[in-house]
């Protein structure tokens, strides 16, 4: 009896020691921080393509070392069910995050979203690289939409236009958005920031929303002085109300794709020829914007101030300011004096 009662003992305390051992190994593996980004100690962002298996997180995660032990991660997920249950998206891993943290986001699909801004861009096709590149969808996906008439007709725009339905400011996305809803999103930013008030001011300057976008492009390409942009518009307004070329220098490099070019003369308008963007040549407005224009140029345009100017010339005494004139004799003669200016400079 005695010798069965201390065996019953021995087997209760090892059964007691393999639980409190088995608890504490659970406790580690649920509980104790298991991923530590060992390249810097810096929260590690874990980026699922879909369509991804559970094994292509593993691969991932073993290429950055970014945890400390696979069997009790694969373990969790396991338990969990992640592992037949892996959702496509960014996902931003801290420092010290057990596995019961990480398992849960990823399992729940609880991506962080990631920050765009749009500025600075003058071409489609920089914007479809630059912004592209930062999604799932990837850039080429963007230039296929981008270039299809009858996707960009679909918002409103055509292949030429479509730029301006991007208003620069920043934005908050899921990496994993398809690029259709990318496109959905930023047509009703577009329509947002179109108001009443907003498509009255233009349609009382003679122009559509497209249109004010387009000439905001050229007076962001003439200007970077705040105090001159509504004035410079102004200009442009007069000139289109009395059938005049725009003459805008910042049309022809467009239109020869030299953005480099310091000043415009006879030699290079006539490179430009007959292109729709040469408006020393082509009366009204280009097809299309030649850059991306600020939210608040766009602003100066629809409220551009009135006044008489039909001409401005750069200031040689005031670097980035303009000198306006109403009467062609005097334009000539302040942009005689410029001319000679950049003589001296040896700018050609």
Excluded at 57 to 78: C, N, W
Excluded at 100 to 106: F, G, S, T
Excluded at 175 to 182: G, Q, V
Excluded at 255 to 284: C, M, Q, W
């Amino acid at each position: 009896m005695g010798q069965t009662l201390n065996k019953l003992k021995y087997v209760v305390i090892c059964l007691a020691i393999a639980f409190v051992m088995l608890s504490y190994y659970a406790y580690q593996i649920f509980f104790t921080a298991n991923f530590a980004n060992k390249i810097d100690d810096k929260p590690y962002t874990l980026y699922v393509r879909s369509g991804a298996t559970f094994q292509d997180v593993l691969d991932t995660l073993d290429l950055h070392k970014v945890y400390e032990d696979k069997m009790s991660f694969a373990f969790i997920s396991k338990i969990l069910s992640y592992q037949d249950h892996v959702k496509p998206g960014r996902y931003i891993i801290p420092p010290s995050a057990t596995n019961l943290q990480v398992v849960r986001k990823l399992r729940s699909g609880a991506q962080d979203p990631i920050k765009i801004t749009f500025n600075n861009i003058r071409l489609k096709s920089e914007f479809i690289d630059r912004i592209g590149s930062k999604f799932s969808f990837g850039s080429d996906t963007l230039s296929r939409l981008l270039n299809n008439q009858k996707t960009c007709n679909k918002f409103g725009f055509d292949t030429t236009t479509i730029l301006t339905m991007f208003l620069p400011n920043t934005y908050e996305f899921y990496w994993s958005i398809s690029a259709e809803d990318f496109m959905d999103r930023m047509k009703e930013e577009y329509k947002a920031f179109w108001t009443q008030e907003r498509k009255e001011l233009a349609s009382k300057a003679g122009l559509t929303p497209i249109q004010a976008s387009i000439l905001a492009s050229i007076v962001d390409a003439e200007t970077n002085q705040a105090t001159e942009k509504s004035t410079v518009a102004g200009v442009y307004i007069n000139r289109l109300n009395i059938n005049m070329p725009l003459q805008a220098d910042p049309t022809v490099k467009f239109a020869l794709g030299d953005f480099a070019i310091k000043r415009i003369n006879h030699e290079l308008i006539d490179a430009a020829g007959n292109s729709p963007y040469n408006t020393y040549r082509v009366l009204g407005l280009p097809p299309g914007p030649i850059n991306m224009p600020s939210i608040t140029t766009i602003d100066n345009v629809l409220n551009y101030e009135s006044h008489d100017y039909l001409f401005f010339v750069a200031d040689p005494s005031k670097p980035g300011y303009h000198i306006f004139n109403t009467d062609y004799r005097s334009h000539v003669n302040q942009a005689n004096t410029y001319r000679k200016s950049l003589n001296k400079r040896n700018i050609h």
